[in-house]
């Protein structure tokens, strides 16, 4: 069993290698065969491991080099099951994603699979690793994969220009991130995370503590895209490859989170502990202005891709709350949602890009009602819309529950509402999208709106148009909403992640598993958390969301004056946002240097 | 945003991370006052329980080697993007017409070669190729290793060019070796790691025998994965090398011939 974990992370780029080495002359199926393979064994892998580690954390230290009196001279991975699931999601993704690729590109060599299979490998060691420079390592491998599969469509201007800003951007939140690490070490000497937690603990907050913890959370504020850092998100969403997108809004992004909450509760939380309160505020905070800001920019756009990013941004910011609450229950609603919510985003994904493989365009008003003729797709596209609102039985649903009925705990009764909000304006303009698309709902094509993206800016991935669906392309759609689906069934699934939770939040039981082997007592399950009130919440949300995208479809309906008042009322905020993401990476480079400030400031006052 | 509010913008932020750095860098330790456990730890075992003397590739190839796995892949993923990111242009300069040609060559023509760059470059091909084998061999003992060794001997590839034309260098460095080098390496220096767990011990182990400190054939793995990860430095950088060549003399190559 323990075998496994440095397989998982080695299997995956070894068969990158061996697949860079297979010969020009395999046909393309070959290439798909072996990627698809190779992806699936990972992720059996890695379920196997989640399934052990709910039984019993290991740790498995490479070259065998054991800590001594609790100094780590080697590398480790952990399994521990809340990193296990999040790595097991990175394999069925990737390998949802190269079965759906099997058909989408229409020319590809061995270079896109190798890429691919790199870009898990790194993921899952970005997980599970419990070295602090190993996660950095993973980081940037994870990175420079990305930055080529963004870029993959070259022949497109806005391709490579989404992958530069991406570059640049992610470039400098990993120069943060090193930073960070170098002054923890300068401090402590060690890069183990829980060697330095043991010695960072009862230390005085000073300067390089406070500056080398915002350094590390802006710098994974950069690659969660949390405002003002997630500048380069729509942008490079917007040029990706569909199957590549699908990695991106389903476990690119929230890694940046897992990586937040890796870095407290294993090193800081000893040090920084005491100031709990203030820095669940400044958390929460910040999530709720990246939740609110995403919500708003979905609406006003028509390109569906770019939508799809910004209610990526959004719902990251919803993350960063139940994350920032620094609490159990709340971080296990979070992982319930992010996971959920991922699966529903790829979906949505993958149905744009069964319309880019159709009719060669994802811009809602050009493609008005062509979409009549793969109903299908456009009910996939629907229901994840409502999934996206966290309509019962999605899990969706419980993972917002969770995090709403903690927050009221806490003292933030608010966001519930907040988030009940959020869903619902990241929801409605996928709905209206979806029944204007797939059903020709609302006014025709000369019906002038305001939009971000004007006409066709994407090139088709496809060379032509086609004039079938191959089925796999719609059943990996469909599989991914089917597994978002079924985890809202599961009728204990927070009580079972509640004990997960707890033991990801328990530094000292990290370090005794980590440093000295002991394997943490198991927890007894907690009485299961009544839901229905969640479930009532999700229907009243997917309602609203409905409304509202009926309001989007069929508003020039409305009466002139209710018309009026919206447009006076939400157009500047509207007009406002939509002017600071302007796609000049210079701009975005000047707002992620504020935003380093801005951070830096708020918890040198409140911490120092 | 107009260029003076980014501008002004961008140096209020770094006026706040400025500080905010300084405010970080005050709490290291003063110069010469090196208290780091994991640095002092290692500098009394290290030689002793990997016979490397070369106490950084004792750390980077054996304690963190899986760290390097990582940083190799880190650089066979970057250059599978510059080959992924270059390959459409190339097709396109293949299908451009010739106007948009007549421009773009201006730009593009390198003068000729001449003889004393042509005589020099040969005479340094054997001795770079000699320099780069003994840093990538001697890595476990003297500074160096595979990652810097592997770039000396890349650059024998690019006197190749130098010397003679882009034709020799395609022909000494063709790209299906080029990548066959790339998979190698970054493959080899993972199935050391597996020898480690056929040999019934964790990944990554050093399983082979240490030898005696000092001499070329000692600190087993250690030496292995230097010349894995030279075979793919070497090829990775050649590879980057012809394409971006590609890109810059598809056009010229073909006004002359």
Redesign the interface.
């Known amino acids: 069993m323990r075998?496994l974990l440095?397989l998982s992370v080695?299997v995956p780029?070894?068969a990158?290698?061996?697949l860079?080495?297979a010969?020009?002359s395999w046909v393309r199926r070959g290439f798909d065969a072996f990627a698809v393979a190779a992806a699936g064994s990972v992720m059996v892998i890695c379920s196997v491991l989640l399934a052990g580690s709910t039984r019993e954390p290991m740790v498995?230290?490479?070259?065998?080099?054991l800590p001594e009196g609790g100094?780590a001279?080697?590398?480790v991975l952990v399994a521990e099951p809340i990193a296990l699931a999040l790595a097991t999601l990175a394999a069925f993704l990737v390998t949802a994603s190269l079965v759906y690729s099997w058909h989408f590109f229409d020319t590809t060599?061995n270079?896109?699979h190798?890429?691919m299979l790199?870009f898990l490998?790194?993921m899952i060691?970005f997980c599970l690793t419990g070295?602090f420079?190993?996660l950095f390592?993973?980081f940037?491998?994870m990175s420079?994969?990305a930055?080529?599969l963004a870029?993959?469509k070259?022949?497109e201007e806005g391709s490579?220009q989404g992958a530069l800003n991406f570059a640049v951007i992610n470039s400098i939140g990993a120069f943060l991130v090193l930073?960070g690490i170098a002054?923890v070490?300068?401090?402590?000497?060690?890069?183990n995370l829980a060697q330095i937690g043991e010695?960072l603990a009862g230390a005085p907050v000073?300067?390089?503590?406070?500056?080398?913890f915002?350094?590390l959370i802006a710098g994974y504020f950069v690659k969660a895209a949390v405002v003002p850092f997630h500048f380069w998100l729509p942008d490079t969403y917007a040029a990706a490859p569909t199957p590549v997108c699908v990695l991106f809004a389903g476990i690119f992004n929230v890694l940046g989170l897992y990586a937040i909450a890796r870095t407290y509760w294993t090193m800081f939380d000893g040090v920084l502990g005491a100031e709990l309160v203030n820095l669940r505020t400044i958390m929460v905070g910040a999530g709720a202005v990246t939740a609110i800001l995403g919500a708003l920019m979905c609406w006003p756009q028509r390109h569906i891709k770019r939508l799809l990013g910004f209610s990526t941004v959004s719902h990251v910011g919803m993350f960063l709350i139940g994350l920032g609450l620094f609490s159990p229950v709340a971080f296990a609603g979070t992982i319930v949602y992010l996971m959920t919510d991922g699966l529903v985003r790829g979906s949505l994904f993958l149905c744009a890009g069964i319309l880019l493989h159709r009719l060669r365009s994802v811009d809602e008003l050009g493609c008005d009602g062509l979409g009549r003729s793969i109903p299908f797709t456009g009910i996939l596209f629907l229901l994840g819309g409502l999934g996206l609102a966290g309509l019962p039985p999605f899990g969706t649903f419980v993972g917002r529950a969770l995090i709403g009925e903690e927050a009221a705990r806490l003292g933030f009764p608010w966001v519930t509402y907040l988030m009940v909000a959020v869903s619902v304006l990241t929801a409605a303009p996928v709905l209206r999208a979806g029944a204007r698309v797939f059903w020709g709902f609302g006014p025709g094509a000369d019906y002038n709106h305001r939009s971000e993206a004007e006409g066709d800016e994407e090139e088709p991935e496809t060379t032509e148009a086609h004039e079938t669906t191959p089925p796999l392309m719609w059943v990996t759609a469909a599989a991914l909403l089917g597994v978002s689906l079924v985890a809202g069934l599961v009728p204990d699934l927070p009580v079972r992640l509640v004990p997960a939770a707890e033991l990801f939040l328990d530094r000292g039981a990290y370090a005794d598993l980590v440093l000295r082997g002991v394997t943490p007592h198991k927890l007894p399950l907690p009485p299961g958390a009544p839901l229905l009130e969640g479930a009532v919440t999700g229907v009243i949300a997917a309602l609203a969301a409905v409304v509202a995208a009926a309001i989007g479809l069929w508003h020039a309906k409305l009466p002139a004056s209710i018309r009026d008042s919206i447009t006076r009322s939400l157009g500047p905020a509207f007009g406002g946002v939509r002017a600071l993401h302007?796609g000049?990476v210079?701009?975005y480079?000047?707002?992620?240097?504020?935003?380093?400030?801005?951070l830096?400031?708020l918890l040198?006052a409140t911490l120092g | 945003?107009s260029f003076n509010s980014?501008?002004n913008?961008?140096f209020?932020?770094?006026?706040?991370?400025g500080?905010?750095?300084l405010?970080?860098?005050?709490?290291?330790?003063d110069f010469g006052r090196y208290?780091?456990?994991?640095?002092?730890?290692?500098n009394k075992?290290a030689v002793a329980q990997t016979h490397a003397t070369n106490l950084v590739a004792a750390v980077t190839f054996?304690?963190?080697?899986?760290?390097t796995?990582?940083?190799e892949?880190?650089l066979?993923?970057?250059v599978?993007?510059?080959?992924?990111?270059?390959?459409?242009?190339r097709d396109?300069a293949a299908t451009a017409d010739e106007e948009a040609e007549e421009s773009k060559d201006e730009s593009r023509s390198a003068p000729h070669t001449s003889d004393a760059v042509r005589v020099l470059g040969l005479a340094l091909i054997g001795p770079t190729v000699l320099f780069g084998l003994y840093v990538v061999a001697h890595g476990h003992l003297t500074p160096g290793g595979g990652f810097s060794g592997g770039v000396v001997l890349a650059t024998a590839a690019l006197l190749v060019y130098l010397t003679g034309e882009y034709v020799a260098l395609r022909r000494v460095s063709p790209e299906?070796l080029t990548?066959?080098a790339?998979?190698?390496g970054?493959?080899g220096y993972?199935?050391v790691?597996?020898l480690?767990?056929l040999a019934g011990?964790?990944?990554?182990?050093?399983v082979l025998p240490l030898g005696t400190t000092g001499q070329l054939n000692s600190s087993g793995t250690i030496l292995l994965i230097n010349l894995a990860v030279s075979v793919e430095v070497a090829g990775g950088f050649s590879l980057i090398l012809a394409e971006f060549l590609e890109q810059t003399l598809l056009v010229r190559e073909r006004k002359h011939g």
């Open positions: 075998v440095p080695a780029l070894v990158a290698a061996l860079l080495a010969p020009q498995y230290w490479f070259g065998g080099w100094v001279l080697g590398l060599g270079l896109f190798v890429l790199v490998g790194a060691g070295d420079f190993s390592v993973f940037e491998l420079v994969a930055f080529s870029g993959y070259v022949e490579l930073s002054l070490y300068g401090r402590t000497g060690a890069l010695s000073d300067g390089l503590v406070i500056t080398a915002v350094f302007s000049h210079g701009d480079v000047a707002w992620l240097t504020v935003g380093v400030a801005v830096g400031g040198a | 945003m980014r501008r913008l961008f209020l932020g770094m006026l706040g991370f500080v905010l750095y405010w970080g860098l005050k709490g290291l330790p208290e780091g456990v994991y640095g002092i730890t290692l075992v054996d304690y963190r080697g899986f760290d796995l990582g940083e892949f880190i066979f993923a970057a599978v993007g510059v080959a992924i990111l270059l390959r459409a242009q396109e299906s990548e066959l790339e998979s190698v970054a493959g993972a199935a790691g597996f480690g767990l011990q964790a990944f990554l182990t050093n």
